[in-house]
């Protein structure tokens, strides 16, 4: 069974509609990269980009509107299940093009991460933003 996809290629500067298998390696070969993550926005979908992209030479980044960092390579858009399991995308084409920002040629964004300890689960909850019962 395929589904429909939407395809952000910043190389091209083309946004385009395609189909997945439903088979994860294909997500892979859709976004030239050997390994995945997703970003989470205020999309109904989920946004999967190259895991590895910042480590890419003369890479080439798009932004998401309202997302706060520039994104590196292809982004492939898939809507999912309550259960997790990828499904046709909700957004339309035109939802996608409304929101993609093309970055500059030249681009670059250095890799880094934060660790941040926590000393309780309250803590924890404060971080994230939910506020902890009694």
């Known amino acids: ?43 109904p979908d989920t946004i999967f980009v190259d895991d590895e992209g910042l480590y890419v030479e003369n890479q080439k980044f798009f932004k998401l509107k309202g997302y706060p960092q520039p994104l590196a390579g292809k982004g492939l858009v898939l809507g999912s299940t309550d259960d997790g399991d990828s499904t046709d995308c909700v957004s339309s084409l035109q939802d996608i093009q409304d929101i993609v920002e093309w970055c500059p040629e030249g681009l670059t964004v250095e890799p880094r991460f934060e660790v941040i300890g926590f000393d309780s689960p309250s803590e924890i909850l404060e971080a994230l933003g939910i506020e902890a019962d009694g």
């Open 1 to 43: 069974m395929t589904m429909q996809a939407i395809l952000i290629d910043p190389y091209t500067q083309t946004i385009e509609v395609v189909d997945y298998s439903g088979d994860y390696k294909d997500i892979s070969a859709l976004l030239d990269c050997q390994l995945f993550t997703t970003v989470y926005t205020d999309l």
